[in-house]
């Protein structure tokens, strides 16, 4: 645990918390740098959403110390604890939180008006934040009359209006429906490359893709300890424990079964589609997993057997540390792939990040279940 | 579909209870003719009952919101010690007689009373004045707010609390614009049970304020003075009363936010 009394230089979030409930304790410390998103990730129950309270001061921690880079939040030996509503954290919460008994517009407002803002400033800054959010014609609405990808929105314009020293995102995209989604995560994803450089931002997500979209670095939580934190290349270049294996290790969709036939099956899957053997009656709502080793590359299709065709362009080379010779290939495919080739299929293709492929791999390939 | 006895049962339980409940108000309501109803009403005594007791059932109610929010807030957002006693202690008046409350009233605040003294250093004096009327109101009605209040502050999600704290707002900005907005309709339904309960008090007041015409007699007491020689002018007393309870009681029913008072909406019928 870190102590002193100034905020971190260079650091725009210095975390050192510890706090103990029944059966769950909570204990880690780490940092967020400047204009970075800090991913934790963690199955339900891991502590994900305690540390987001602990930050916005909803929560208590029993010691340790919070601090931003231009206020002591929280420190247990200087016996600093700031009230929420002093700490300027922006909370966007799962299932958005918006007033039902205020409109949009004040929704957004709310801050500015605690905050004692002048109408016309108030007028101003809300205008822009629903503008940018692109829901600039919905100010009038209550939150009832908007759809979840709208409501999530305009939560997360209540907390930007407020320019806060740290952005709090509490699984943002978790209760949308998949379209929706992938909407309001091009949003997020364009919000977060233009926050201005005070505003660190945690996020919060159990969601693989989120955390390899949004992760500047990702840390996974694992029952109230960080057990591993690093970029999403040493994460998949060195996972630390058998979670973020699985977590990161495999590609892994969501989707629906639209059509069958002949013993196959049609799922569309996060914006794709792929083939897969037919998993038998049931219902449509599945999960298709695919190894990356069985995801082959080409520079171009090659024809042949193999139903799933995916093409796009190399993110990322990472080597798979194990056994040298294999390396980890991320891919910006919709759905987003990672494959995993050999040493030598890497020097064979010339593949390089950057590099558009034809990735493909067999029906027989992927794994269906319900 | 039931079997008979069971529909037999069910029919014979609200045809009785409705017998109890309604035939009372049915026999006031065609006791007068409407000319006697009329010229019953119009009345001074009747007037000044009327006024008195609207004046201070009002009063009550403002005074009931005024000291029973803070206190509906601690119980429905904060952990004490003690929090349970204050719980019960709140909702005494319900399950009190009236009267006992008059004689705690009168031996608490009368001239010879454990505050009576203070009071009267203060140049108060309450018994046997309007005042008092209000202060024997509030002791009976109180509870009524406090549990509905309560009930709706506890029943507003955490999470708009949260938000509202994150954004900036100090929990008394929140209280105003977020937790008391979110739970109006039960703060409002609390507040009109104890207006009716203070239109309807009759024991702790005669007990406290006595049955001064014009300064403690309201139309509860007016109807039991009347019934003493003139029954006509108690059944129009009591028919009003009956009237501005009903009312108040369908207003809570129809108001829009009517589904928050009590009962929940009846459970729709399944197979």
Redesign the interface.
């Known amino acids: 645990m870190r102590h002193g009394g100034q905020p971190w230089e260079g650091h725009l979030l210095d975390l050192a918390v510890a706090k103990r409930f029944d059966a769950f304790a909570l204990e880690l410390e780490t940092t967020v740098a400047d204009k970075e998103t800090l991913v934790v990730v963690g199955e339900s129950g891991a502590g994900k959403s305690t540390l987001l309270r602990l930050v916005?001061?909803?929560e208590r921690p029993d010691r340790g110390r919070i601090a931003t880079a231009s206020r002591i939040y929280y420190d247990s030996a200087a016996r600093v604890d700031l009230?929420?509503?002093?700490?300027?954290?922006?909370?966007v919460?799962q299932?958005h939180?918006l007033?039902?008994?205020l409109t949009v517009f004040e929704n957004v407002a709310?801050?500015l008006?605690?905050?004692g803002r002048s109408p016309a400033d108030i007028r101003k800054r809300v205008t822009d934040a629903l503008v940018r959010l692109d829901v600039g014609d919905l100010g009038e609405r209550r939150p009832a009359e908007i759809s979840g990808g709208q409501a999530q929105r305009v939560a997360l314009a209540?907390?930007l209006v407020?320019d806060p020293d740290v952005l709090?995102l509490d699984e943002p995209l978790a209760s949308l429906d998949l379209r929706t989604r992938a909407q309001v995560r091009g949003v997020l994803k364009a919000v977060l490359a233009t926050l201005p450089a005070h505003c660190a931002t945690l996020f919060v997500t159990h969601d693989p893709f989120d955390a390899m979209v949004f992760g500047d670095r990702i840390a996974a939580l694992e029952h109230g300890r960080v057990t591993q934190v690093g970029s999403r290349q040493e994460l998949l270049a060195r996972p630390r424990s058998p979670y973020v294996a699985a977590f990161l290790g495999i590609n892994m969709f969501r989707g629906r079964i639209v059509s069958r036939e002949g013993g196959m099956v049609r799922i569309e899957a996060q914006g794709g589609e792929l083939y897969a053997v037919d998993p038998g009656e049931g219902s449509a709502d599945v999960f298709a997993t695919v190894h990356p080793r069985e995801i082959a590359l080409f520079h171009q299709s090659p024809g042949g057997s193999a139903r799933n065709t995916f093409i796009g362009a190399i993110t990322e080379i990472v080597p798979e540390p194990p056994n040298g010779e294999r390396v980890r290939v991320a891919l910006s495919t919709w759905p987003a792939l990672v494959a995993e080739v050999t040493d030598r299929a890497v020097a064979q293709l010339g593949l390089r990040e950057g590099l558009e492929v034809t990735a493909m791999f067999k029906a027989t390939g992927v794994t269906v279940f319900r | 579909m039931k079997p008979l006895i069971v529909r037999v049962a069910l029919v014979a339980a609200v045809a009785t209870l409705l017998c109890i409940l309604a035939l009372p108000m049915i026999s006031l309501l065609v006791r007068l003719s409407p000319g006697e109803l009329l010229h019953q009403l119009s009345q001074p005594v009747v007037l000044t009952a009327l006024g008195l007791s609207l004046e201070t059932s009002v009063a009550t109610t403002v005074v009931v919101i005024l000291l029973g929010l803070p206190v509906a807030y601690l119980l429905a957002t904060k952990d004490f010690k003690g929090k349970r006693v204050l719980r019960a202690l709140v909702e005494i008046p319900i399950v009190l007689p009236p009267t006992v409350a008059g004689v705690g009233l009168l031996l608490a605040f009368g001239r010879a009373g454990l505050a009576g003294g203070a009071l009267k250093a203060l140049g108060i004096e309450l018994p046997f004045t309007t005042l008092a009327v209000v202060v024997a109101q509030v002791f009976v009605a109180t509870p009524f707010f406090i549990s509905a209040a309560t009930a709706g502050i506890a029943s507003v999600e955490r999470?708009?609390t949260?938000?509202?704290?994150?954004?900036?707002?100090?929990p008394g900005?929140g209280f105003f614009?977020?937790l008391l907005?979110?739970a109006l309709p039960s703060v409002l339904a609390g507040a009109a049970m104890s207006w009716a309960r203070a239109l309807g008090e009759f024991g702790a007041t005669i007990t406290f304020a006595g049955n001064l015409p014009g300064r403690t007699q309201t139309m509860p007491l007016a109807v039991y003075t009347a019934l003493q020689n003139d029954l006509a002018a108690a059944v129009a007393l009591s028919l009003l009363l009956v009237i501005l309870s009903f009312s108040i009681l369908l207003g809570l029913r129809f108001a829009p936010w009517g589904a928050a008072v009590g009962g929940a909406p009846a459970r729709p019928r399944g197979r």
């Open positions: 916005s001061g909803l009230p929420p509503w002093r700490r300027r954290t922006g909370y919460a299932d939180a007033f039902p008994h709310f801050g008006r605690a905050a209540r907390a407020l709090l | 999470r708009y949260d938000a509202a704290a994150t954004l900036g707002a100090t900005y614009r977020v907005p979110l």
